[in-house]
């Protein structure tokens, strides 16, 4: 079998690892894995790691790291003959190093984005709860204000990107993500790319990825 593609996305809150990665899985058919989803579908079915999550979520602090890694690394388990794609997950050498110790990763793109871009943007976020749809009223509003461009279900802010709770995952990225990238320069996978708008990052991340998967073909297919 050829080698499968192995990726993740890192950024700060309000990055656009969610829209860079919707996009990457439309394009090339990885499968995508959002730690923050699986966290609010937790959440919403008050599971006991949901309703543990929530308690440090709404603070705007990172969910411990054992309770990452047995969320995440038993979905990678069920992947092992696709290609993936993670968003959100490593966030901490923790989590990392305990990625590490199953696979070898092949691509890690780090979005670096200025503080005053992501600021605007995550208080103009809104989501549809159910299926993790994401709108933001400028760059890529809801057809009608307030409402689902599927199911016309009503549109909600999460708790975490209001004000308090947002200062602080800004300021934890910074200080957490420094060790992940880190780890990925010495390993030689890491893409940085910097800028305020994803629309013009796209592009070198596409040719990017162009490249990574014409040289690892298979596996690279979509199955949800
Ligand atoms: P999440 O859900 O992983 P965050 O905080 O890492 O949350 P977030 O907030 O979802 O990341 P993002 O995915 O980087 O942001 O960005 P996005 O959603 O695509 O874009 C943000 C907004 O900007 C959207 O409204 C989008 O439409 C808009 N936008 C995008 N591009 C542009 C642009 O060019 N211009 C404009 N104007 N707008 C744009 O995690 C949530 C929480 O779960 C826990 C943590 O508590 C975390 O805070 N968690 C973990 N805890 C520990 N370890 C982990 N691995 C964890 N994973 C999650």
Redesign the pocket.
């Known amino acids: 079998m050829a080698k499968l593609l192995r990726a993740a996305v890192l ?11 919707k996009r990457i899985a439309q394009s090339f058919g990885l499968q995508y894995l ?4 699986f ?2 579908e937790g959440i919403a079915a008050n599971t006991e790691a949901g309703v543990l ?1 929530k308690t ?2 709404d603070r ?6 054992q309770v ?1 890694t047995r969320l ?1 690394l038993p979905k990678l388990e069920q992947l092992r003959n696709h290609s993936w794609l993670l ?6 050498l923790t ?1 990392a190093q305990a990625l590490n110790s199953l696979y070898q990763m092949d691509l890690v793109i780090s ?1 670096n984005i200025p503080y005053e ?1 992501l600021k ?3 208080s ?3 989501v549809h709860p159910a299926s993790g749809r ?3 009223m ?3 509003p809801p057809r009608v204000q307030g409402k689902d461009d599927i199911t016309g279900e009503p549109l909600i802010q ?1 708790d ?2 209001k004000p308090e709770a947002l200062m602080a ?1 800004l300021r934890h ?1 910074k200080e957490l993500a420094k060790p992940v990238i880190d780890l990925y320069k010495s390993q030689g996978v890491l893409h940085s790319f910097s800028g ?4 013009k990052i796209w592009p070198y991340i596409n040719s990017l990825l162009s490249t990574k998967m014409h040289t690892q073909p298979s596996g690279a297919h979509p199955t949800q």
């Not at 950024?11 to 990665?21: D, E, M, N």
């Not at 705007?60 to 790291?65: H, N, R």
């Open positions: 950024g700060p809150p309000g990055s656009g690892k969610g829209t860079i990665c959002s730690s923050g989803h966290l609010r999550a440090y979520i705007g602090m990172l969910v411990p790291d990452m995440m968003d959100g997950f490593p966030r901490t989590q979005l871009t605007e943007r995550l103009d976020r809104w994401v709108y933001n400028g760059f890529n999460h975490d990107d995952r990225y305020t708008e994803t629309d």
